[in-house]
């Protein structure tokens, strides 16, 4: 503990001035700054065996607070162990940062509306480049990464298959006891056939596996993109004259465009077989009868919708994931916020195409094909 | 030798003057490096070496300036155009930046595979080739994550010289090695150089390294050319700051 004695115009330090005993003893400079009315003060060190750096610090504080009052501080009588402190951890001259300058609300929002224009500009180079090299690419194979469209098919698509599976058969199985509740009620259990067959090959089935697909594959080509750039590999291809695009991105877009649409119909077929399993054992609705139900219920524009939902999803998920992995910023910390973005912004505009999608087709209805 | 050898320079940069959003990195450098020669640029961690070099393969784009390669302006060059400039050029990144996913000979084979019309077996004897030359034989079948960093970096520099390029950029070929591999990846570089004929510019900042191959140097600080000329002559021309470098850079070994 540092004791403070003082007289009008000293002020005598007793004790050692470490970090722990900074506290107190800022609060009783402070005070004694205020009321002092010479201009000048000294400050006794002879009472004080050791000081660290909390204490040159707060010493030299002290005296450019009293400067800026106009007062002039003197440190008197310092032992020789402190004086070669005081001088190895000097902060005269450094100053505490002002705080920086606010930008006001009008700068904040130009910054921002120009750099999402920068940023929807990127968007559409990326998404120019993917179409025009994944076009070309049927024709011609250079500059595509060889072997790669079928081990990403089997990433990408084949592996999920497990959990889309799954998952499509719990949706099925789950709309159908939840809407089988209800139909009971007014004779219309059969009508669980219908209602499920529609929904997934609507909406659900695209949906789901679209979801799937987004945490899965939306996840691993931003963090497979971003890593690249960060380790400089994307660098190495361009100055081997590859573009990353049409080399990484192309055969992960053809893959995505063949499995999704395929593990989309899948889902709606399990799904309406999972309903089928509620409607056996708990409606006791025949299979035969229900699958005559559901052929009754679907027409072939179901399908078709859905199929076309599925490729539009596929493509939101890839370009969504190469444009986030593209430009990440930082080391590992910036490949993780990358994979973050890209899961989250795909399954936002999955939901929301989804949504533009449903109107178009609704409004469209009329339009037989 | 072409005409061009004889009497230009094969990397001349004039007045490239750069940066990103408002901060300015490179002011008013002007360099060139000759041909079959190995020219390194120097200077302290961050004096915009690197950047340098980033913007003679046309990662970056300058605010103003020029830079020819074979006495041809890249800046303004069309991508095809750029793109034939580029397999004349080998690249070797500071670490490595081989393709994680794929093994240390389809690494080295991808310039072969993708711009040339080659069988498979011609390639396979040229990705042998090019990596008993960097002595790496044995490690043709290993993942870039299963070799240690000084291999990696002879293996992307087996990469680097897969097309025979008769210009070779290396970014700090020698950070991170100890100094016995450091020296010994200098020897390969030399022998790039007096046996292919290749020319070389190396960035670095690592003066026993630099001693051992420069021919010319190029030395950089914050940004600004402040001197160039042959090894030779940046030793004896007393500017402080290139003294400084050396000194201190010998006295780390």
Redesign the interface.
């Known amino acids: 503990m540092t004791a403070l004695k003082y007289t009008d115009n000293a002020i005598f330090l007793q004790g050692e001035i470490l970090i722990d005993s900074v506290g107190p003893l800022i609060s009783a400079l402070e005070g004694f700054l205020r009321t002092h009315r010479d201009s000048e003060l000294t400050i006794d060190l002879s009472g004080v065996p050791r000081i660290d750096s909390a204490g040159v610090a707060l010493l030299d504080e002290t005296l450019e607070r009293a400067q800026a009052k106009g007062i002039s501080v003197q440190y008197i009588h310092a032992r020789e162990v402190v004086t070669k402190t005081l001088a190895a951890f000097s902060t005269k001259g450094l100053g505490t940062s002002a705080p920086p300058a606010s930008i006001s609300f009008f700068e904040r929002a130009g910054g921002a509306a120009y750099g999402a224009a920068r940023d929807l500009l990127d968007l559409l180079y990326l998404v120019a480049d993917t179409l025009y090299f994944a076009a070309v690419g049927l024709v011609r194979r ?2 595509i990464r ?1 072997g790669e469209f079928i081990n990403q098919s089997i990433l990408i698509g084949m592996n999920a298959f497990p959990i889309v599976a799954l998952i499509a058969f719990l949706i099925g199985f789950i709309l159908a006891l939840q809407s089988a509740a209800q139909l009971r009620q007014f004779g219309a259990s059969i009508f669980v056939a219908d209602l499920v067959s529609i929904s997934m090959t609507r909406e659900m089935g695209p949906i789901m596996t679209a979801i799937v697909f987004a945490g899965r594959s939306g996840s691993s080509i931003a963090s497979e993109i971003a ?2 750039v960060v ?3 994307t ?2 291809l ?5 573009n990353p695009v049409r080399y990484i991105v192309v055969p992960k877009f053809y893959a995505i465009t063949l499995t999704m649409p395929l593990l989309t119909v899948l889902s709606m077929l399990i799904g309406i077989f999972g309903a089928m399993v509620i409607g056996y054992t708990y409606l006791d609705i025949g299979i035969a009868p229900f699958y005559r139900q559901v052929v009754d219920a679907l027409v072939f524009r179901d399908i078709i919708t859905g199929l076309v939902k599925s490729i539009v999803f596929a493509w939101i998920i890839v370009i969504t994931g190469a444009y986030y992995g593209f430009r990440v910023k930082g080391g590992a910390e910036g490949v993780g916020k990358a994979t973050t973005a890209a899961v989250v912004a795909s399954v936002f505009l999955v939901i929301l195409a989804d949504s533009i999608l449903g109107l178009i087709f609704y409004f469209g209805r009329g339009f037989k094909f | 030798m072409t005409t061009h050898e004889q009497t230009s320079p094969v990397v001349e940069v004039r007045n490239l003057t750069s940066g990103y959003d408002d901060k300015q990195i490179l002011y008013d450098v002007s360099m060139t490096a000759p041909y079959h020669q190995i020219t390194a640029i120097l200077g302290s961690s961050g004096c915009g070496k690197t950047t340098l070099l ?1 913007h003679l ?1 046309r ?1 970056y784009r300058p605010w103003s300036g020029s830079i020819e390669l074979f006495g041809n302006e890249i800046i303004t060059m069309d991508e095809p155009e ?3 400039q ?2 004349k ?1 080998g ?1 070797l ?3 490595g ?4 996913s794929i093994t240390v000979a389809e690494n080295v084979a ?2 072969l ?3 040339t019309q080659l069988p498979k077996n011609i390639i396979n004897r040229l990705v042998k080739m090019k990596l008993r030359l960097v002595n790496l034989e044995n490690a043709a079948d290993l993942l870039p994550s299963e070799l240690s960093g000084g291999m990696r970096k002879r293996a ?1 520099l087996a990469r680097a010289i897969a097309l025979d390029p008769p210009l070779l950029f290396c970014d700090e070929p020698s950070a991170g090695l100890d100094p016995a591999k450091a020296e010994s990846l200098d020897r390969l570089i030399l022998s790039l150089r007096s046996e292919l004929g290749i020319t070389v510019v190396v960035v670095s900042h690592a003066v026993p390294s630099i001693l051992r191959i420069a021919d010319r140097v190029v030395f950089m600080d914050d940004g600004r050319i402040l001197f160039t000329g042959t090894l030779h002559e940046a030793r004896t021309a007393e500017l402080q700051a290139v003294d400084e470098f050396f000194a201190k850079g010998i006295s780390q070994e």
């Not at chain 1, 361009?238 to 590859?242: D, I, R, T, W």
């Not at chain 2, 930046?97 to 994680?100: D, K, T």
């Open positions: 250079t500059g060889k890593t690249m380790t400089e590999e660098d190495a361009k100055s081997m004259a590859l | 980033k393969i990662l750029f793109n034939a580029l397999l050029v690249v990144f500071q670490n930046a081989l393709l994680n991808i310039p595979s993708q711009h992307a």
